[in-house]
């Protein structure tokens, strides 16, 4: 079987079809580019045909490239793992320049047939890059089509001509939003952009391309940067328009990765060095960067966290063997709060019929209003369809009434973080429960085993721990009772795939994994304050080794208050909490009245709309900055070290069963520096002696809690990596 099929109609068109066998959606391998090639080579050679379209007989044109596949090119290269990298980009330019020529003249630009991209929806990375080199590109005005070059969240840049195409076609400024920031967008919004030609209605799509096929001009076959005198838009580096765009573009690039994303920098690199040079060199350019970043430990470890591990644990990696499907046709949820709201609001959306249920009808339908609200927004954004809004909110039935939980597959309840009130819900609700149906709740911080105790099939309870926003963060976490059955994670998991979220199952213990390493994050940046570290120095550590927020702005964002309930909690649990240096400027704040952003006080001042105006200046009294501080790299050594001892303990203790899960979870939950790839990721790259080393000092000059686990000590002593493989690359 073929990736492309061959298709020649009457009029002297012919249409090369991307049909991928056994996928929903095409991805690239270096066969279906085989195939891509050998019809294109048989299309330019028959007279009788006139001109070409590509296309895809799926709904979708493609989702991008198999990046196993450039996995396996680097592992099949032996000692030469660049050049087996470099020369099969080479080859892939080299496809996709003959389809830019399309037999045309190198010298004059003339004889070529004209070739028209017809995607039926969406288009991502390789899918668009091939559309790049087509002479026209139309889309039909498929509702979910999305169109974009995403490689930069995965750790690498377009690698295919899509940096230099883009950069030529539209100027280094007008292309940041796609190639800097992976922006993914709608047909209109693409059009807008200058990226595609034409919007098509999907049924008129493939006509519309023909006719343009058989109508082009000779003019409209040549690429602008094939023609003599080409100007790159917004000028060249060294002109003077071009020059203070790309200092700018630098600076603004620096500011927003702080220098640790090593594809920005190759990717800005590769446009600036390309706009000095004919296409052709340019192309060679974009491939050396290219193959630089893919030998590069931090995008190696991205890729492989945000891809392939991420991938593999939304396919099922960590659900039970032997258990059907248990997806979620009806699901209740107990709370109609903030939390409860997001997900049965989420659950709607995707398809599932929903329960909310609240203390009286006044609180529930509070929750629906708020549903409403949101998902309105999201229509006035252009996000969402009407329609669809209409139809989430048709599939949601507010209310007081626990009999209205009748028949439902799952329940989740999202009352207050208090064993005293969950308990009875518990029960309640189970008394009107089948015996298949799972219970759930979202509890972030209370031990799940500890609130089965209410439950009255305990294999059948588990907990589900969603993160906020829940309709904007990908991460769920699916905890494990000591009680809980393969049939209830089964039917979490199931119940997370359907609505569109990256699930990891950790065992059950207090905090779980994501919390269990915040929480110590948080109180390492905190108690640096009291120790006299400037605030400012701790934040701009955090931001600039690539954490999204700074420990003090972090807990302003999930309150003080809450931070204070969860210290006198852990040190009421009698599991070895002493107050420490962080619980008291917290307790400090709270009794102060700062409770963070919600009470516009905390470690950081708000103006009256809640907007932060700089860390707040009564710090220094309370805690005043030391005469001598530390350099930024002990401060940031300690604010990473705090987070990966906790992960490898974790793994040691069995709350973690899979590194995969670890790492995933760590981006997604609380934005454990992505271009780490995750904490056992970093624990590979930075080598598990050198780590040891680090712990050992910081546990030697500032306390036990960065005493390092006897799982960090063995693989020192063995040189043993998480990932085989990876301590040499990051080595080389």
Not at 181 to 200: H, Q, R
Not at 225 to 236: H, T, V
Not at 582 to 587: G, K, L, R, S, T
Not at 649 to 667: K, S, W
Request: with cysteine.
């Amino acid at each position: 079987m073929t990736d492309f099929h061959y298709m020649a109609d009457p009029s002297g068109v012919a249409t090369l079809i991307w049909d991928q066998p056994d996928t929903a959606m095409n991805v690239l391998t270096f066969e279906a580019l085989d195939a891509l090639s050998t019809h294109l080579e048989r299309a330019l050679a028959d007279d009788a045909i006139k001109g070409i379209i590509v296309t895809s007989a799926k709904k979708d044109f493609a989702g991008g490239m198999d990046l196993r596949v450039l996995g396996a090119l680097r592992a099949s290269s032996g000692a030469e793992p660049a050049k087996g990298i470099f020369e099969g980009l080479m080859k892939m330019h080299g496809v996709l320049r003959r389809l830019e020529r399309a037999g045309a003249d190198p010298k004059t630009g003339k004889g070529g047939k004209p070739v028209a991209w017809a995607s039926p929806g969406t288009a991502a990375g390789i899918g668009l890059e091939i559309a790049l080199a087509c002479h026209r590109r139309f889309v039909a005005d498929a509702p979910r089509a999305r169109l974009g070059l995403p490689e930069i969240k995965v750790g690498l840049f377009p690698g295919a001509g899509g940096t230099m195409r883009v950069s030529r076609m539209l100027g280094l400024m007008a292309s940041a939003p796609i190639l800097l920031e992976g922006k993914m967008m709608k047909p209109a919004e693409a059009l807008d952009f200058g990226l595609i030609d034409e919007v098509s209605e999907p049924e008129a799509l493939l006509e519309t391309a023909r006719a343009w096929v058989l109508s082009a001009k000779p003019d409209e076959l040549i690429k602008p940067w094939d023609r003599k005198g080409w100007k790159m838009p917004g000028g060249a580096p060294y002109t003077a328009p071009g020059f203070p765009t790309f200092v700018g573009a630098a600076a603004m690039v620096h500011g927003r990765t702080q220098g640790v994303y090593p594809a920005a920098r190759a990717l800005l690199s590769a446009i600036y060095e390309g706009a000095l040079v004919p296409f052709d060199t340019a192309l060679r350019i974009e491939a050396r960067h290219f193959t630089a970043v893919m030998l590069n430990p931090s995008s190696e470890a991205m890729i492989r966290s945000l891809f392939l591990s991420k991938q593999a644990l939304e396919k099922g990696a960590l659900r039970p063997e032997g258990v059907a499907d248990r997806k979620v046709s009806r699901l209740g949820v107990i709370g109609a709060g903030m939390m409860g709201a997001g997900i049965a609001q989420v659950a709607a959306a995707a398809g599932i019929d929903v329960v909310l249920l609240d203390r009286d009808g006044q609180a529930a339908e509070a929750g629906r209003a708020g549903i409403a609200k949101r998902l309105g927004a999201s229509v006035e954004r252009g996000r969402l369809a009407p329609e669809a809004r209409d139809a989430a909110l048709a599939r949601i039935t507010a209310g007081a009434d626990m009999g209205l939980l009748a028949g439902a597959d799952l329940v989740i309840e999202a009352v207050f973080e208090d064993p005293g009130v969950k308990a009875p819900v518990i029960s309640a609700a189970e008394a009107l429960l089948g015996a298949e149906a799972t219970f759930a709740t979202n509890t972030s911080t209370l031990p799940v085993s500890g609130l089965a105790r209410a439950s009255a099939r305990p294999e059948n309870f588990i907990g589900i721990h969603f993160f906020s926003p829940v309709d904007r963060m990908m991460l769920v976490e699916i905890i494990r009772g000591k009680e809980t059955g393969d049939a209830a994670v089964a039917r979490a998991l199931d119940f997370v795939r359907q609505i569109g979220k990256t699930p990891i199952v950790v065992n059950d213990a207090r905090f779980f994994y994501a919390n269990r390493c915040i929480i110590p994050y948080i109180n390492e940046g905190v108690s640096l304050v009291a120790e006299g570290v400037s605030p400012a120095l701790v934040e701009h550590a955090a931001t600039g080794m690539g954490m999204p927020l700074g420990p003090l702005q972090l807990v302003d964002e999930t309150s003080i208050d809450l931070a204070a309930r969860i210290a006198r909690a852990t040190s009421a649990a009698g599991e070895g909490h002493a107050p420490g240096a962080a619980d008291a400027v917290i307790f400090t704040l709270e009794g102060e009245g700062r409770l963070g952003r919600k009470a516009k006080a905390g470690f950081y001042a708000y103006d009256d709309a809640g907007k932060r105006t700089g860390l707040w200046p009564g710090l220094a009294g309370h805690w005043p900055p030391a005469p001598e501080q530390p350099g930024v790299e002990e401060v940031r050594q300690r604010l990473i070290l705090i987070q990966v001892l906790e992960a490898l303990r974790a793994l040691e203790e069995g709350v973690l069963t899979d590194v995969r899960a670890g790492d995933v979870g760590a981006i997604l939950g609380w934005g454990f520096m992505p271009w780490s790839g995750g904490p056992f990721s970093w624990v590979d790259m930075t080598g598990p002696g050198r780590v040891l080393e680090l712990a050992e000092d910081l546990a030697a000059r500032c306390g036990p809690r960065f005493a390092p686990p006897e799982l960090l000590r063995e693989m020192a002593a063995s040189n043993r990596r998480f990932y085989p493989g990876s301590g040499q690359r990051a080595a080389a």
